[in-house]
Structure formats: C-alpha cells, structure tokens
C-alpha cells in the first residue's frame, strides 16, 4: 500500500518528474546502486515491496531483478532534508551491479560486523513489539533477573568451549553470548554505540 504521509513530501518536480534513490543494505551498510524513481516507480515499490525504478534508457518502469531474479526486497525508505531524494534500505538477493559485482561501485558487501546494527533493531522490536512465539520476547517478558543469568550461562559455556579444540562449536557459543549480551544491552537501555565509545576512549589514553 503507497505511503501516502511520505509520498507527498517526495519533490518531484525538481528532476523533471523523477527523484534519484540511494539503494543501501540494510543488514551491511554498504551503498549499492544509485537509480531514479518517478511517481509510478515509487507507489509500484511500495506496493511490491520491491524496488523498481524509472529507466531513463528504456523510458518505463524497471523492476530491479526482473530478469535476474536479483530483487531488492524494501526493508524501509527514507526522505532527504530537501525532500527531493531518497534512502531506501533493502534486503538484496544475490549481487547488485549487472557485471555481477557485489555493488555498481565495485565494492565487497561483506562488511558482518555492521550485521550487528540490524540485528540490534530486531531485538529492539522483539522488545516494543512481543511476539508469543519470539525466543527473544520471552527473555525480555522474563526480566532482568532471567537476561543477565543467560548471559552469564552463555559466557560460562563460551569459557568451556574455549578449552577444547572444536572451533564450530567455539563459534556457536561465542554467537550465542553475543545474542544474549546485545538484549542485556537493550534491557538496559544502553546502545551497543556507547560501548564502542568507552573502548574509544580507553584507546586514546
């Protein structure tokens, strides 16, 4: 359905009837394309949850992956200040630029760590939004107590793991204390970005 709040901020009319569109990751970050979207791209995207832009070249609407299968699935689309350019985050399915590159600008789309900034976000909406059949609203509806005690038990488990030589399941461990570390940050109500910030600061002394 066309998001008729933010649809009718969109300044078309500075491009002749088109606004161009960033297309970022949402789990990595990383910009991936740059395309333009008119009126009717922009309500067929919303609706499909699939970008689709207007192609200048061809002169109609162009559904990225439509040949490919390579589609962008929407996860949100931002305004800019000036109202008349777009930030749309998305889920891609396999490589983004036509020569088969990751992004149009030759970069790697294999930046995990950022993975951590969309997983954060999921978490938070576990916790705003409870899901009966989320593992990570049941901790959240548990409390405090129940969080920190599974970070603690996921930690003793990581320290074991650690004294053996299976690196699977080494990893496993360390994911899972990662997982319960994040949602004891949220419990919280510290951003893993203030963390980031204290290491920072211990760095520079």
Known sequence: MLNLKLFMKIDFNKGDGMVPAIIQDASTDK???????????????????????????????????????????????????????????????????????????????????????????IIKSRKESPDEKSYTSSLFKLGMNKIAQ??????????????????????????????HYLVLLEAKKVDLNEVIEVLQTRHKK
């Not at 689709?52 to 490919?68: A, I, M, P, V």
């Not at 488990?157 to 699977?168: R, T």
Request: glycine residues 6%.
């Open 150 to 179: 599974k970070v603690g038990e996921e930690a003793v488990e990581l320290v074991i793991e650690a004294m053996d030589n299976n690196l699977d399941l080494f990893k496993g461990e360390a994911a899972d204390l990662l997982f």
């Open 31 to 121: 910009v991936l394309m740059l395309g333009y979207l008119n009126e009717a791209a922009y309500q067929q995207t919303v609706d499909e949850g699939k970008v689709t832009f207007f192609s200048r070249s061809k002169q109609r609407l162009w559904t990225k992956g439509e040949t490919s299968g390579n589609f962008l699935y929407v996860k949100e689309i931002l305004l800019d200040c000036d109202q008349d350019t777009l930030l749309i985050k998305v889920d891609p399915v396999g490589p983004v630029c036509h020569t088969g590159e990751d992004t149009c600008f030759k970069e790697s789309n294999v930046d995990k760590a950022a993975f951590l900034n969309y997983l954060k976000k």
